[in-house]
């Protein structure tokens, strides 16, 4: 599994979407926010179902998977680049 982590953390849509995947995992809503105590405790509820902490990680691994390449890999052409390539 070769994935250019060094270009994909550099891409803020590619933080976006990592975060979008983890705070609809803990179930967020506004008032989460409002408080440390009531945010932890979410998080501590998705770590201890197996279920939900299965679908997380289903989700973040579709989301760094490249569609255009077998597998969990980046393409040769991704691997060389040293920042996101623009169109």
């Not at 979407?17 to 926010?33: D, K, N, R, S, T």
């Not at 932890?40 to 197996?50: C, D, F, R, S, T």
Request: proline share 6%; charged share 15%; glycine share 6%.
């Amino acid at each position: 599994m070769r994935i250019n982590w060094k270009v994909r953390i550099k891409n803020p849509y590619f933080w976006f979407g990592l975060i979008a995947i983890l705070l609809a995992a803990v179930g967020a809503e506004p008032e989460m926010f409002t408080s440390w105590t009531i945010l932890i405790a979410q998080v501590k509820n998705l770590l201890g179902n197996p279920f939900a902490l299965g679908c997380v990680v289903v989700a973040v691994v579709g989301y760094i998977n490249d569609p255009t390449t077998s597998g969990i890999t980046d393409s040769k052409q991704a691997l060389l680049y040293q920042k996101p390539k623009k169109d």
